[in-house]
């Protein structure tokens, strides 16, 4: 296949990046009934926005018709911003490759991941509206006939960063060093694969590094008059990755992240991840999926809600839970540590990059026949 989207975004700024996947996904003029593995989506339209496409769509399974906001609503408007134009494939001709740092440090034991993938927009779309229908869709018992309510707005990361603070390796140092840093002594954006870990040094109580993570949205698309009901911070881990929990109980929160320049992270935002929750239940390593298809998702709470920004960018941070208490984890023996990797935005345009799942209220009535709503 040409990968010919693929190519010319080759060199290109975000934004632009972002207008040319959008106007290609436009221009496949996808419409009528879909049947999916799990459910059937009838798009009603889709067009161009600033940032990203909009569909209007309904949907079914099943049990039948599949409601949206409340449950009476039949058709949603769903916004897709920075979306994604490639799938996962085992036989696709695009490949990215992951690096699975050595526990002991050692470089010439690092392992290298290549996951492939096809350029396939109309399918990534598609994939796209699976996963939001499965998160956001209710029993259709209630459906009203014709009426267009909520909007639900998928927003894929703009730029992330992995940033890590090392402490006098292999030995090992205070856990205060690691946590109190001003800034990361490492910092990784290329890696599709990395996420937040804590490390224990080899010598007793010692730890040697400390990973935080943060990524920026784009969700200025959605109105300054919605009101934003619900939303959703999800990551899908590594094909193959593994995680570690030699350093057992640890948990992942999410957090605030407030960068010095929302366009270019660096080591010194490794301060500037906050403690309070933005989520109210956190993600154990136990039970962290790193199956490489399904997304750890953590559901906002108000905080986290009123946090979201609609007019520019929405700054979402995570940490282990005993990074933000401040209490340093049982040690480990032998460098143990506890791990989970990402798949982030280095792997950028996969339906698997870093996503927001937020629904929202517009201020005006949104029940009424489809056609009428859009103009016609």
Known sequence: MDKLITTTLQGKSYDDKVAIKSQEIANLGIAGEIPRKDVTITIESIETIDGGVEVFASASNGSGPIGFGDGTIETERFRIINPPILVPDPDGDIEITSVIPSKDGDTSKNIAIVNTYREDPQEALLQVLEQTISDVGKAGDAIVRGKVGMTTTTVFGARD?????????????????????????????????????????NVSNQFDNLVRYGVVFDTSSISDTDT????????????????????????????????????????????????????????????YDTGGTNYNTWTLNATGIAAISVTGNTCLGSRFQSDIDNSAPTWASNNGGAYVGYNTVASSGTTHDPKMVITSTPAAATSGNFLTLLGV
């Open 228 to 287: 934003i009901t619900g939303a959703t911070f999800g990551v899908v881990g590594g094909n193959g990755l593994t995680k570690e929990e030699t350093i057992t109980g640890q948990t992942i929160a999410l957090v605030g992240f407030t960068p010095a320049n929302q366009s270019s992270l660096a080591a010194g935002d490794y301060s500037n991840l906050g403690t309070t929750k933005y989520a109210d239940t956190n993600i154990s390593v136990t039970s």
């Open 161 to 201: 960063l992995a940033m890590t603070k090392g402490n006098n390796y292999p030995a090992g140092g205070a856990y205060s060093v690691l946590h109190d840093a001003s800034s990361a002594s490492g910092t990784d954006t290329s890696n599709p694969t990395v996420g937040v870990q804590i490390r224990g040094g």
